[in-house]
C-alpha cells in the first residue's frame, strides 16, 4: 500500500510463528519467529512483532510500533501508534485472578508514542500516557499522565516532559520533579 508518499511492503510472518485465521495484520508489518497472535486480533501497519510474544484475541494495535520479545498482551489491551515496549513486559487484566476460574478483564490503554522500557509490569486497568516514558523493570500500579518519565516498584513520576523526549540523550527537555 502507498502511505504518505512511502511504499510499505507487503506483510512478513515468521513460518513459525502461529497467526490464526481471523487475526488482521496491516501491511509493513512483522512478525517474528514463535509468536502467536489470536484470532481477532488486530495490529496496524508498520509495526515489528518480534520473537515469543503472545497477543490475545481483542488486543488492538495502532500503527508503526515495535513490540520487542517475549511481551504478553492479554485480552483488554489496547495500543495506540508508535508505541515501544521492551522486552519482557508483561500487562495484567484481572486484578485477583483464582485458578479454573476466568475473571472479568479489565482495559489497558497505552497511547500514543508511549515507550514501556525492558521488564515492566502493567497492573490491570491502567491508562499510560501519550509520550510518556516507564523506565526499566518498573511495576506500574497506577495510571500515568502524558509526557511524564516514570520508574521504579510502584513506579513513580520522576521528571515531566515539555515535549516528546527522544531516548539517546540529544534532546534534553525534561525536568526533574521537585523532591
Ligand atoms: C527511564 C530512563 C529513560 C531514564 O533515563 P535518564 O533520564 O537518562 O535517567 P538517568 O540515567 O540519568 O538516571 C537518573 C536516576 O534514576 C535512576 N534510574 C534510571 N532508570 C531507572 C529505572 N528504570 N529504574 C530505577 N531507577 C532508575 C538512575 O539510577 C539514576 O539514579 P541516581 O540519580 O541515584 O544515580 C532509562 O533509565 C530507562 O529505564 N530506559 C529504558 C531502557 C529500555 O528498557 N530499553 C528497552 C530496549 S533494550
Known sequence: MVDGGKFKPPIFIHHLADCEPGCCIGDGTKVWRWSHIMNGATIGVGCMIGACVFIASTVRIGNDCRIQNNVFLPDGVIIEDSVFIGPNTTFCNVKKPKAGKRGKFETTLIKNGAVLGAGCT????????????????????????????????????????YFRSDMDGKTDNTEQKET
Open 122 to 161: 502493567i497492573l490491570p486497568g491502567l491508562t499510560i500516557g501519550a509520550g510518556t516514558i516507564v523506565g526499566a523493570g518498573s511495576v506500574v500500579t497506577k495510571s500515568m499522565p502524558d509526557n511524564v518519565m516514570c520508574w521504579g516498584n510502584p513506579a513513580k513520576i520522576q521528571r515531566f516532559q
